[in-house]
T-cell receptor, first 114, second 110 residues
Framework: DAGVIQSPRHEVTEMGQEVTLRCKPISGHDYLFWYRQTMMRGLELLIYFNNNVPIDDSGMPEDRFSAKMPNASFSTLKIQPSEPRDSAVYFC????????????FGPGTRLTVL | KQEVTQIPAALSVPEGENLVLNCSFTDSAIYNLQWFRQDPGKGLTSLLL?????REQTSGRLNASLDKSSGRSTLYIAASQPGDSATYLC?????????FGKGTSLLVTP
């Protein structure tokens, strides 16, 4: 398996623009997680899905953030409108189950909002 | 809320040394603990996963221990090499999500 795939790897945009980050989980994994990493706060969970259904989005910072998982092999994280404080590395991860299995991380998307 | 702390924040050692990285967590009700490696500008690579019922896991030169009752885990790296230079992250699962420490930045000098 190719592992978790994320695109784009780097994104530079201007404040106010819409940003869409993409993720393909490992085939057969039922859980998908979106995390954000910043110097100040480290790695934090934004939202997770089980069998394509969002289960907990309490980590999503504001209504400007939204995430979807239209099928088992694709998820998006959208920021609209983007702000400079959204600049961070966004990671997608997947696992077979939520409690006892390893989470496998993608390479991340480094987002810079000017 | 689960708080995960890693000490030291940074460590520099000469090649060949054995070293220990520390991780502590506040809530002992965990499912598992994972150690990750992160290289600059890269994603997270899973190194070891210890289930709550286990005491330790080994992979090559790496050995991770878990003392759930005291809320501590250690990652032991034997015979360190310059290629081990990276940030090491400890993450605790108390449910569906992983709670991460801030990491230990390791530099192994030739």
């Amino acid at each position: 398996d190719a592992g978790v795939i994320q695109s784009p790897r780097h994104e530079v945009t201007e404040m106010g623009q819409e940003v869409t980050l993409r993720c393909k989980p490992i085939s057969g994994h039922d859980y998908l997680f979106w995390y954000r990493q910043t110097m100040m706060r480290g790695l934090e969970l934004l939202i997770y899905f089980n069998n394509n259904v969002p289960i907990d989005d309490s980590g999503m910072p504001e209504d400007r953030f939204s995430a979807k998982m239209p099928n088992a092999s694709f998820s998006t994280l959208k920021i609209q409108p983007s702000e400079p404080r959204d600049s961070a590395v966004y990671f997608c991860a997947s696992s077979l189950t939520a409690y006892y299995n390893e989470q496998f991380f993608g390479p991340g998307t480094r987002l810079t909002v000017l | 809320k689960q708080e995960v702390t890693q000490i030291p924040a940074a460590l520099s050692v000469p090649e060949g040394e054995n070293l220990v990285l520390n991780c502590s967590f506040t809530d002992s009700a965990i499912y598992n603990l994972q150690w990750f490696r992160q290289d600059p500008g890269k994603g997270l690579t899973s190194l070891l996963l210890i289930q709550s019922s286990q005491r330790e896991q080994t992979s090559g030169r790496l050995n991770a221990s878990l003392d759930k009752s005291s809320g501590r885990s250690t990652l032991y790296i034997a015979a360190s090499q310059p290629g081990d230079s990276a940030t090491y992250l400890c993450a605790v699962s108390s449910g569906y999500a992983l709670n991460f420490g801030k990491g230990t930045s390791l530099l192994v000098t030739p």
